[in-house]
Antibody, heavy 120, light 109 residues
Framework: EVQVVESGGGLVQPGGSLKLSCAASGFTFSGSAMHWVRQASGKGLEWVGRIRSKANGYATAYAASVKGRFTISRDDSKNTAYLQMNSLKTEDTAVYYC???????????WGQGTLVTVSS | DIVLTQSPGTLSLSPGEGATLSCRASQSISSNYLAWYQHKPGQAPKLLIYAASTRATGIPDRFSGSGSGTDFTLTISRLEPEDFAVYYCQQYGSSPEWTFGQGTKVEIK
């Protein structure tokens, strides 16, 4: 059974940092690109970024709204992806979802999400 | 970046009725890499359709996708009570950035 579980969310002050983790199981994690998507309260889904597999050079890409502040990484030995968030703004408050990219299928498995609240 | 525009914003329908949701792209989507997701409050989004018209594993055949280029449609033939949710289209043909539409809410009339 495929499982994707996010953790690390919480309350952080504006300008602060937070690191989210995404633990995956039930599929070949090392061969999969992993994505982060967020949803602010009352808003739609927003793609945050992705990291490709080792075979694809661990290439990363980010939405313009987070580029330069957020960094996605992965540890294939732990089947875990990470989202390092720096210089956080109130508008980064959202539920953050981790998801697996399927072959030619968009993202086919999602976690339940972890809430990040940026507030003073 | 490709902008996806979904319409209508809200559909008010009764169980048993059919639903037609539209997704229009600002430019042609490569390889028709367009997906549809269903999202309910407090749950993870669920992949329904990928590559514009292929149902994901376990998705009932009342859900169907069509379209190509810049115009895509999700059709739900007969709404079941569990189908009332928000639906998003997403393009994944334009690298490196992916984008979502703003969503269509299907609510009970």
């Amino acid at each position: 059974e495929v499982q994707v579980v996010e953790s690390g969310g919480g309350l952080v002050q504006p300008g602060g940092s937070l690191k989210l983790s995404c633990a995956a199981s039930g599929f070949t994690f090392s061969g999969s690109a992993m994505h982060w998507v967020r949803q602010a309260s009352g808003k739609g889904l927003e793609w945050v970024g992705r990291i490709r597999s080792k075979a694809n050079g661990y290439a990363t890409a980010y939405a313009a709204s987070v580029k330069g502040r957020f960094t996605i990484s992965r540890d294939d030995s732990k089947n875990t992806a990470y989202l390092q968030m720096n210089s956080l703004k109130t508008e980064d408050t959202a539920v953050y979802y981790c998801s697996r990219q399927g072959l030619g299928r968009g993202v086919d498995y999602w976690g339940q999400g972890t809430l990040v609240t940026v507030s003073s | 970046d490709i902008v996806l525009t979904q319409s209508p914003g809200t559909l008010s329908l009764s169980p048993g009725e059919g639903a037609t949701l539209s997704c229009r792209a600002s430019q042609s989507i490569s390889s028709n890499y367009l997906a549809w997701y269903q999202h309910k409050p407090g749950q993870a989004p669920k992949l329904l359709i990928y590559a514009a018209s292929t149902r994901a594993t376990g998705i009932p055949d009342r859900f169907s996708g069509s379209g190509s280029g810049t115009d895509f449609t999700l059709t739900i033939s007969r709404l079941e009570p569990e189908d009332f949710a928000v639906y998003y289209c997403q393009q994944y043909g334009s690298s490196p950035e992916w984008t979502f539409g703003q969503g269509t809410k299907v609510e009970i009339k």
